[in-house]
């Protein structure tokens, strides 16, 4: 699979946003926390308000004390392992979904997201589509196309509603469950959302 980031860098990145935030880091923090006696999470999350710690921050450190779920520990690969665990036989159908979408820009400007249940790609500015095993035969490319005007629609037969992705930053998506499925008209619409959302 192509390089993925994990939760383990949205760690990283979050600790680093709580440094910067308060100047104190999350082991300064932990300490903090227990010495609070604070023994639920809702009562933290006040806590933690009532310092001005919201957000990544915030949930970070509710996690530090309460406990990761499991699959915020798991690698990149062992994430999409896990998607695919009972319907391998679509996996080269995602692989080659994830090679056109990073294929269609210059290497590094496409950058891959491995989630619980989905896999995201991103430009600098934000994710532009997602690729999910939806159901045991077929996967969805979900896309943010904010334009289908300029000659766009008349391309636009395969594009179906993304309400079945429960993303509201995807606003289109197209059913694939065959390794032909990723064909030209995928590429070029991967191309549309990426250009969209740079």
């Given amino acids: 699979m192509v390089d993925a980031k994990d939760w383990r860098q949205m760690h990283e990145w979050s600790a680093q946003l709580l440094k910067r935030q308060t ?5 300064d923090w932990n300490v903090r926390i227990r010495e609070t006696g604070i023994t639920s999470r809702d009562e933290l999350q006040q806590w ?6 919201n957000g990544y921050a915030q949930q970070l450190l509710i996690m530090e004390r309460f406990g990761y779920p499991e699959f915020l520990l ?19 159908v995602f ?7 990073v294929g269609i820009a210059n290497q590094g ?27 045991k035969t077929r996967i969805d490319l979900g896309l943010r196309i904010v334009d289908l ?33 990723v ?9 549309v959302a990426f250009e969209q959302n740079t």
């Fill in 95 to 101: 692989n080659e979904v994830i090679e056109a979408g």
């Fill in 183 to 191: 064909d030209d008209e995928v590429c070029y619409w991967l191309a």
């Fill in 109 to 135: 400007l496409v950058e891959v997201q491995a989630r619980k249940s989905y896999v995201t790609l991103r430009t600098r500015r934000r994710k532009f589509a997602m690729v999910k095993p939806t159901t």
């Fill in 23 to 27: 100047g104190h880091g999350v082991d």
């Fill in 48 to 53: 933690l308000r009532t310092r001005n710690i």
């Fill in 74 to 92: 798991k690698t990149a690969e062992e994430l999409v392992a896990d998607q695919f665990a009972d319907r391998e036989h679509l996996r080269p």
């Fill in 149 to 181: 005007s300029g000659g766009h629609q008349r391309f636009a037969a395969r594009l179906q509603s993304a309400k079945i992705l429960r993303d509201e930053a995807m606003t289109h998506r197209i059913p694939l469950s065959s390794v032909h499925d």
